[in-house]
Nanobody
Framework: QVQLVESGGGLVQAGGSLRLSCAAS????????MGWYRQAPGKQRELVAR???????NYADSVKGRFTISRDNAKNTAYLQMNSLKPEDSAVYYC??????????????WGQGTQVTVSS
């Protein structure tokens, strides 16, 4: 079983920055992909950014040039640096891992979510 602990959310004014982190622990053999999703009230959960084990990244068009995803494999931690924040970025942000467990089975894991609120 894998546990994800998210941190770094909060309230910030438009144009400000936040850095989210997601630390994984448990029966992990390898983490293939780390991603960040977000969900605003009344909206579907959407992919914000993801990064593969090889360092390849993918971003939603709405955050390109403003957000940067990274990972520290030694610490089993993913980060999301968010700059030039806009009110429309306000949402609960969830970390997601695609991984392989120590028993050889593939799976995925979700964090508890962290609130990001951007005021205008």
């Amino acid at each position: 079983q894998v546990q994800l602990v998210e941190s770094g959310g909060g309230l910030v004014q438009a144009g400000g920055s936040l850095r989210l982190s997601c630390a994984a622990s448990g029966s992990i053999f390898v983490i293939n992909t780390m991603g960040w999703y977000r969900q605003a009230p009344g909206k579907q959960r959407e992919l914000v950014a993801r990064i593969t084990s090889g360092g390849n990244t993918n971003y939603a068009d709405s955050v390109k040039g403003r957000f940067t995803i990274s990972r520290d494999n030694a610490k089993n931690t993913a980060y999301l640096q968010m700059n030039s924040l806009k009110p429309e970025d306000s949402a609960v942000y969830y970390c997601n891992l695609v991984l392989r467990f120590q028993n050889g089975l593939p799976g995925d894991s979700w964090g508890q979510g962290t609130q990001v609120t951007v005021s205008s």
